[in-house]
């Protein structure tokens, strides 16, 4: 009985969000996505994190529109392919690097950080400023990147507010 009751709970939470999206689509072949969404807040600022964009989604597009709250801030995350966190996994192993106007140089990863790069290449250790590197090559097998950008908001529910917050995002 309990895992029949979290079925139909489960298919109830599922397509009801699904009547809450809706798309329209125009005949240049863009769409217009709009999900209503609800969120539990807290008082004072929250930050709310939405990572369920269309790979379509056109940088800039998106309005949230919330009822009984204040949008204070909203951010796009855009480092959908973590880049930092794959250099991390290059350290110790050999990358390439394309400087500007010059011509490219490998070595084994040593460390990086937000401003260098260091590489060792025959016995000696060289830093690059980021600024002046053109790109970085990295050697491993070809393996599908996933385009999964993210949204925030810091948000600020609207006083004597109970229970959860109502909107739409519309992009």
Same mark, same amino acid.
């Given at each position: 009985?309990? +895992?029949?009751?979290?079925?139909?709970?489960?298919?109830?939470?599922?397509?009801?969000?699904?009547?809450?999206?809706?798309?329209?689509? +125009?005949?240049?072949?863009?769409?217009?996505?709009?999900?209503?969404?609800?969120?539990?807040?807290?008082?004072?600022? @929250?930050?709310?994190?939405?990572?369920?964009?269309?790979?379509?989604?056109?940088?800039?597009?998106?309005?949230?529109?919330?009822?009984?709250?204040?949008?204070?801030?909203?951010?796009?995350?855009?480092?959908?392919?973590?880049?930092?966190?794959?250099?991390?996994?290059?350290?110790?192993? @050999?990358?390439?690097?394309?400087?500007?106007?010059?011509?490219?140089?490998?070595?084994?990863?040593?460390?990086?950080?937000?401003?260098?790069?260091?590489?060792?290449?025959?016995?000696?250790?060289?830093?690059?400023?980021?600024?002046?590197?053109?790109?970085?090559?990295?050697?491993?097998?070809?393996?599908?990147?996933?385009?999964?950008?993210?949204?925030?908001?810091?948000?600020?529910? @609207?006083?004597?507010?109970?229970?959860?917050?109502?909107?739409?995002?519309? +992009?």
């Amino acid at each position: 009985m309990r +895992y029949i009751a979290s079925l139909v709970i489960l298919f109830e939470v599922l397509f009801g969000q699904l009547e809450r999206t809706s798309m329209t689509i +125009y005949k240049d072949g863009l769409a217009l996505i709009e999900h209503g969404l609800s969120w539990n807040l807290e008082e004072g600022s @929250n930050t709310i994190t939405w990572d369920s964009l269309s790979q379509g989604f056109i940088e800039g597009s998106s309005f949230l529109n919330l009822q009984n709250a204040r949008i204070l801030t909203q951010k796009l995350n855009k480092n959908t392919f973590h880049f930092q966190n794959h250099l991390k996994e290059k350290i110790g192993q @050999n990358i390439e690097i394309k400087l500007i106007n010059e011509r490219e140089i490998s070595g084994i990863l040593l460390e990086f950080d937000k401003s260098n790069l260091s590489i060792q290449r025959r016995g000696s250790i060289i830093v690059f400023n980021l600024e002046r590197i053109d790109y970085i090559s990295t050697f491993e097998e070809e393996r599908s990147r996933i385009y999964k950008p993210s949204l925030s908001w810091s948000i600020i529910p @609207n006083d004597n507010v109970v229970g959860p917050i109502e909107g739409n995002l519309i +992009y």
